[in-house]
């Protein structure tokens, strides 16, 4: 489960749901690309908001597929409504999204997060999250700009600690491998 915050400096509450691509027909409805997320997550809302233009909306329904889900607002109708909307970024209030199983995490709460060893080694921070399919990978980018890949896996991620935007992380020790053979 993946959700963005596009950039560092956006608020910290915010988080960026995708971005509404076209109009859907004539009853209002409007094409979105979503940022990782699920539909469950658009269903599970009852309002977004919207930027450009700045504006609150509540959900009538959401249909379609998790790439190109199609959204219906309570007070947009037909197509003029609808095509004012096109290139509006959705976000919400971190507060506003559904709980999580058991390490399963959002993207904002680890996106820009500091990596710390469970050795307590500072590695870096977060700079990107590769979606692979089978396991996303983190790309950490240490003080000297050296890009470190870690997968998004129990294995090696140990701990999320939101409020303190760190992950705590368990690295492979490469030498005990090459020694193994």
């Known amino acids: 489960m993946v959700l963005r915050r596009s ?5 910290k509450d915010r988080v960026y749901l995708g ?10 409805e409007v094409k979105f690309k979503p940022f990782g997320c699920d539909l469950f997550v658009l269903e599970f809302l009852e309002r977004v908001n919207l930027e450009s233009p700045e504006r ?10 998790d790439t190109w889900p199609i959204i219906k607002f309570k007070s947009i109708d037909g197509r ?3 095509e004012e909307l096109s290139g509006s970024m959705v976000w919400v209030s971190d507060g506003d999204l559904p709980e999580l199983e058991d390490f ?6 680890i996106l820009y997060a ?20 089978e ?13 470190i890949l870690i997968p998004a896996n129990r294995e090696f991620i140990k701990e999320i600690r939101k409020d303190d935007e760190e992950i705590l992380v368990e690295l492979p020790n ?7 053979d």
């Open 135 to 147: 396991c996303d990978v983190l790309v950490v980018c240490d003080s000297s700009g050296q890009e």
């Open 104 to 109: 399963a995490f959002y993207e904002a709460d």
């Open 19 to 28: 971005k509404i691509i076209k109009p859907h027909g004539l009853s209002g």
């Open 56 to 65: 609150e909306l509540e959900i009538e329904r959401v249909r379609g597929t």
């Open 174 to 180: 490469f030498d005990e491998q090459l020694n193994a």
């Open 114 to 133: 500091k990596v710390i060893t469970v050795d307590g080694d500072e590695i870096g921070h977060v700079k990107e999250i590769i979606e692979t399919g």
């Open 80 to 82: 003029n409504a609808s």
């Open 7 to 11: 950039r560092k400096s956006i608020p």
